[in-house]
């Protein structure tokens, strides 16, 4: 999960906790700061046995080279 940090990804919905994938393995992540909004940008800060934490940070854009494309 380390690779994960500093990792940036749109949310595809309002939930505080859901699903994406990172370099092609599954993640389940949890929104520890801000509230999520569809097509929010996400950004992982730390990582526990079994989340992602990530924050609301919407001043990232999807040229970031951290930009994840979470489908």
């Not at 994938?21 to 800060?45: F, H, N």
């Amino acid at each position: 999960m380390e690779k994960t940090v500093g990792k940036c990804f749109r949310a595809k919905n309002e939930n505080y906790i859901d699903t994406v994938r990172i370099l092609g393995s599954p993640y389940t992540y949890k929104v520890v700061g801000g509230v999520p909004e569809k097509d929010a940008m996400l950004q992982v800060v730390d990582f526990t046995e079994n989340f992602l934490l990530v924050v609301v940070d919407n001043s990232l854009f999807e040229s970031d080279v951290n930009f994840i494309v979470n489908r």
